[in-house]
């Protein structure tokens, strides 16, 4: 069996209440769900419960784009996987690079969060993805080697669990790996979570980085790639829905 296919739009720290809405919406109108095909928004906690009203029966799922490893205690600004999911998120982003910089998120902080998120009945998305300063050293191989069973979750399965590759240094810049270089790390990661014991055959691997409508047929082609991690286009409904269209 191939892999369900996942396409995420990451909003990050954007977007406001109204603006929600009509993206939501339009995301919801169109994306129509498929056997094969997973579709999700992932917006900033506070929009988490209105964004949920928005998408009802669409099929769309609710993300969010973090969680603590804890369930509740003295984590002033944290939010836990228990709480995500009485909002009705049904999955998580953890270990976004965005995350590791700028929060110093260890692999092993992002693996006690996917457990977390397994544990509260999310499933994580579990990101991955050297720098450019490894990727010019040829670490790339290595990095994901060291990242993936650092991070992956005690007891995670494919039915829950998806990988997304995300080259830090494609984030935002407008560059892309190769499609060459995609299949190749891709391949590489799917070794990498076999030797774990899990049938990484059925484990959907999202690419990151720079996902537009305009590249999305020719990365969504990639084999090895079962769908995006998208952050700049997920915030207009048109391209979104392009790479959700790509994504077959
Ligand atoms: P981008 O972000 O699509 O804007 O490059 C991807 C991500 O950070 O998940």
Same mark, same amino acid.
């Given at each position: ?115 977390? *998120? ?81 049938? *990484? ?48």
């Amino acid at each position: 069996m191939a892999p369900i296919k996942l396409v995420a739009g990451n909003w990050k720290m954007n977007g406001s209440l109204s603006g929600a809405r009509l993206l939501a919406e339009e995301i919801a109108a169109k994306s129509a769900p498929t056997a094969r095909r997973r579709v999700a928004v992932c917006p900033p906690f506070p929009l988490l419960s209105s964004v949920g009203a928005f998408l009802k029966g669409s099929g769309v799922l609710l993300g969010a784009q973090d969680c603590h490893a804890h369930e509740k205690g003295a984590h002033t600004g944290d939010v836990s996987a228990k709480l995500l999911s009485e909002v009705g998120c049904r999955i998580v982003i953890v270990g976004h690079s965005e995350r590791r910089t700028d929060h110093r998120e260890t692999d092993d902080m992002v693996r006690a969060k996917a457990e977390a *998120a397994l544990a509260a009945g999310l499933d994580p998305i579990v990101c991955v993805g050297e720098t450019e300063a490894e990727r010019d050293a040829g670490r790339t191989k290595d990095v994901v080697e060291r990242q993936v069973p650092a991070s992956w979750p005690k007891g995670g399965t494919v039915e829950r669990c998806v990988i997304a590759y995300e080259p830090v240094w494609a984030i935002g810049t407008g560059k892309t790996p190769t499609v060459g270089d995609v299949a190749e790390v891709h391949s590489h990661i799917r070794s990498v979570v076999a030797k774990l014991g899990v049938a *990484a055959e059925n484990l959907a691997i999202l690419y990151g980085g720079s996902v537009k409508g305009s590249n999305a047929p020719e990365l969504m082609a990639v084999p090895g790639v079962d769908g995006a991690l998208v952050g700049g286009a997920s915030l207009d409904a048109a391209d979104f829905l392009k790479i959700v269209n790509a994504c077959q």
